[in-house]
């Protein structure tokens, strides 16, 4: 039996495994009867009940019936093989329960007498349980990583079930150094480790030692798996400042370069922008596009709009009363009585719209606020289950179905994000003299606007692309996400820029600009707290909270990360035309002035 099949099968809901799983029950082949609690597909539907209920009294009637009918003509000596036609139909409705029945109960218990699964299958079962009681026990350790655990879930508690001994070839065993300062404690610990008994993830709370732990945890590691982590850092990183918040299981960390582009003189102000990244010439080719902002006195940019979104689903019995809670919630009254009940769950979350899409009986509430100098995912969920339990209330008919219904949109390509904004959309421009493109970006003016059109314009537009008209934002985004510990995921959104070129000042300058409606940054909490991240931006100015000005801090970073962007996407639209230019004239043999230019 695969492993599709069991997965497959009716189970029963996690309540009834109960915290004491006994030793049969941790093998019985049922491994995923939690998944089914979470599943809802998996769980028998009530109809099914009633249907086998019936099968069952149907087929002992009928058998009851039939063998009276065998008694008579046995006492009657009447021949067996002629049949009325009410025995007939009693037969054939036999038949009928019986397959049914077989079909329903009768293919599993066969299968698992003739298919008992290989051994290495009940150590994937094993694998399975430790998956829920991993969730089970990490929830109960600390508040923050548990938020997302229903109580039910935290409550259970399961004993760490032993692996089974891998039935591969044995793995060559790299060479490694054991982390420095290992007691006979910890040789014990780490035995247990791979042994099984003590699971990987229990070692933070049993410890209480988060350094300790990921040494312990990453000796283990080398041991089971015979690879080396050489090369991977151990030492240099505080352990306990991500336990609970950014990162579970730690073995180490990874490396990547900061570099420095700037300074980017914005909005009369210089930065010098830390940017985390592993690309080559992206720190240069950002940094040469600052030079050629600053030597034309700067960039300018506007915050449009500032608001966090998130979009529950619910949905009713009838798309007429989805209907009334969109007039319900689009009324300016009753926004009023749920902004304060929004409000009420945080000193910096202000509840600015709820916009309401319907899809049939089913309702998207996409609410959004304001969220101080927090990116705002943790913020605007609080306030938002607030709003969905007062609903509750006056539509108790609401089934929410999930608090984020995807109409947010978070870390997903949408529309929604594009047209209506997340986070913090700004635009950025600069004018960019003739002289300076020609001698700090190697192009024109000209080529500039000719091919910001092809490519960034009319291409993308070829290409279908959602927020995607620009030549490398993402690049740009992604490593001052990664420097100043935003959440790098959300550089799908984030990302979403158009870029505009113009030539300006009777054809002379450029006038240059990036339009980015969905920035999602923030100065406090998550990965900004971190030391390395909060250095970043404390070189920015903008580290933690802003006191005087809550928001103004996280909507400053927003605007630096446009400012660079605007300086990417210059240096690279130059190059990119610059090359243009060469190829274009040794291929065309086109006017000797462009090329000129591009070579003075
Ligand atoms: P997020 O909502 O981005 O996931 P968190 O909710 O984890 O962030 O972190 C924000 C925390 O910081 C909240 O507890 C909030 O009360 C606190 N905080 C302190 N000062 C500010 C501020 N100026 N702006 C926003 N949050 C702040």
């Known amino acids: ?272 922008v830390p940017m985390a990244t592993t690309e080559g010439c992206l720190v240069a080719s950002a940094n040469r596009g600052c030079k050629a902002i600053a030597l034309c006195g700067g960039a300018n940019s506007v915050v449009l709009k500032d608001g966090m979104t998130r979009a529950p689903v619910v949905r009713f019995g009838s798309a007429k009363r989805a209907a009334e809670l969109k007039f319900y919630l689009e009324s300016p009254t009753n926004f009023e009585v749920l902004s304060s009940v929004f409000n009420s769950s945080s000193r910096f979350g202000r509840l600015q719209s709820i916009k309401c899409a319907i899809a049939g009986k089913n309702l998207y509430l996409r609410f959004s606020c304001s969220t101080g100098d927090a990116m705002g995912m943790n913020m605007i969920s609080k306030g938002v289950q607030n709003v969905m339990d007062f609903l509750q209330k006056d539509f108790p008919d609401m089934d929410v179905m999930g608090i984020s219904g995807n109409f947010c949109s978070d870390k997903k390509p949408a529309a929604v994000n594009w047209i209506e904004g997340r986070g913090k959309s700004v635009v950025c421009e600069a004018v960019i003299k003739g002289d300076v493109v020609r001698k700090v970006l190697k192009t024109s003016v000209e080529a500039l606007v000719e091919l910001n059109m092809l490519k960034n314009l009319t291409g993308s537009a070829m290409a279908g692309a959602l927020g995607g008209f620009n030549a490398h934002a993402s690049n740009i985004v992604t490593a001052i996400y990664i420097a100043t510990g935003q959440d790098p995921a959300q550089n799908v959104e984030s990302s979403h820029c158009i870029t505009m070129m113009e030539a300006v000042n009777d054809g002379k300058d450029l006038h240059v600009s990036v339009t980015m409606p969905s920035i999602e940054v923030g100065t406090v909490g998550g990965g900004t707290q971190l030391a390395s991240q909060s250095a970043c931006l404390n070189l920015l100015g903008v580290k933690g909270a802003n006191r005087e000005a809550p928001g103004s801090n996280s909507r400053l970073l927003a605007t630096v990360v446009a400012g660079l962007v605007l300086a990417g996407e210059l240096s690279l639209m130059s190059a990119l035309a610059a090359g243009q230019l060469v190829k274009s004239h040794m291929k065309y043999n086109r006017a000797n002035k462009d090329v000129s230019k591009v070579s003075s």
């Open 1 to 272: 039996m695969s492993k599709m099949d069991v997965s497959r099968r009716p189970s029963k809901p996690a309540a009834a495994a109960g915290s004491s799983l006994d030793a049969k029950s941790k093998h019985s082949p049922s491994p995923l009867k939690y998944y089914a609690d979470e599943d809802p597909s998996l769980k028998v539907p009530a109809f099914l009940y009633l249907v086998n209920a019936s099968a069952i009294c149907a087929f002992f009637t009928l058998l009851y019936y039939l063998l009276s009918r065998w008694r008579e003509k046995i006492r009657s000596a009447s021949p067996l093989h002629v049949l009325s036609a009410p025995e007939l139909a009693a037969i054939l409705a036999f038949a009928a329960s019986s397959v049914y029945l077989l079909g329903f109960f009768g293919v599993e218990f066969f299968q698992s007498l003739l298919l008992r699964p290989p051994s290495d299958i009940w150590a994937d079962d094993g694998e399975e349980e430790r998956v829920v009681s991993v969730v089970a026990e990490e929830g109960a350790l600390k508040a923050p990583c548990g938020q997302a655990l229903d109580e039910e879930t935290t409550k259970l508690e399961f004993d760490p079930v032993k692996p089974a001994a891998p039935k591969a070839k044995p793995v060559e065993t790299e060479k490694w150094d054991e982390p420095i300062g290992l007691t006979e404690e910890d040789e014990k610990v780490i035995a247990s480790v791979v042994a099984g008994t003590t699971p990987s993830y229990s070692l933070e709370s049993k410890l209480g030692d988060c350094r300790r732990a990921a040494a312990i945890r990453r000796e283990a590691l080398q041991r089971k798996t015979g690879k080396s982590l050489a090369g991977l850092p151990l030492e240099g990183l505080d352990y306990e400042s991500i336990l609970g918040q950014c990162c579970e299981m730690p073995v180490g960390y990874v490396q990547i370069p900061v570099g420095i582009a700037g300074p980017l003189v914005l909005d009369g102000r210089e930065y010098s």
